[in-house]
């Protein structure tokens, strides 16, 4: 007894430490998807200077040439998905976020995506029989995640839950599931497993949805948008992010640096009115 006695102190001081060690001003973010949110398009100088420190984040593979190591944050100069990938939403989305909120407020992104693939990827009771046709190239970025990108991002989330406050996911997807009528109750089997698997609470747990390229600038998966914009009816704290207006690349499937800039500071106004705060009017897309 006298043993477990000494010992009590020392487990309740540890217990407290490690109770210190999560900052409750540090908003965490999960960003998953395909193509859009992975980013493709290419990081141009200004993108890559006066980020915040207080904008970080947690690499999800190992990038030697970055100097970069999954597991461990980094102040968020892109890439933010990948070694190799390009300028995404989650890029802007931060750096209009911690512009808004308060200086004591940091804010963290995990970007877990992949070029191309359905949002059957995500799905962690079938995702291998979805990746057992996909093609080589898929494959090639799906086993930077060790074959299972869902499993990774749960992975770095519960990293991250140490340091801070899941605020909310970010879904960019539908292209390759473009006019997929069940894509709604697909994303809902992710959304629920990842509220499940990482103990959050739905109603402060919100899933923002972008939508593909729009119509107004030729987009080939803008009929996507229709159920897309259906989101909301499957789950309760869904809100979609509208891409109208937001340039696109020759392609029609890609959205531009540009449109990239923008449609972060979209998701980045919907999050803020979310937390409680009036964003400032958005800037240029092609500002800083």
Known sequence: MKKIAAILPLYFLLMNLSASAQDKNFYIFLCFGQSNMEGNAKIEPQDTVNVNPRFQVMEAVDCPSLNRQKGQWYTAVPPLCRCKTGLTPADYFGRELVANLPEKVRVGVINVAVGGSKIELFDKDHYEAYTANVPGWMKNFISQYDGNPYARLVEMARLAQKDG??????????????????????????????????????????????????????????????????????????????????????????FNAAGYRELGKRYATTMLSLLGYKPAPLASANGN
């Open 165 to 254: 406050v899941i605020k909310g996911i970010l879904l960019h997807q539908g292209e390759s599931n473009t006019n997929d009528t069940l894509w709604t109750k697909k994303v809902k089997v992710v959304y629920d497993n990842l509220i499940h698997d990482l103990d959050l609470k739905p109603k402060k747990v919100p899933l923002l949805a972008g939508e593909t390229v729009s119509a107004d600038q030729g987009g080939i998966c803008a009929s996507m948008n229709k159920i897309i914009a259906t989101l909301p009816q499957t789950i309760k704290n869904a809100h979609v992010i509208s891409s109208a207006g937001c340039t696109d690349a020759a392609d029609n499937l890609h």
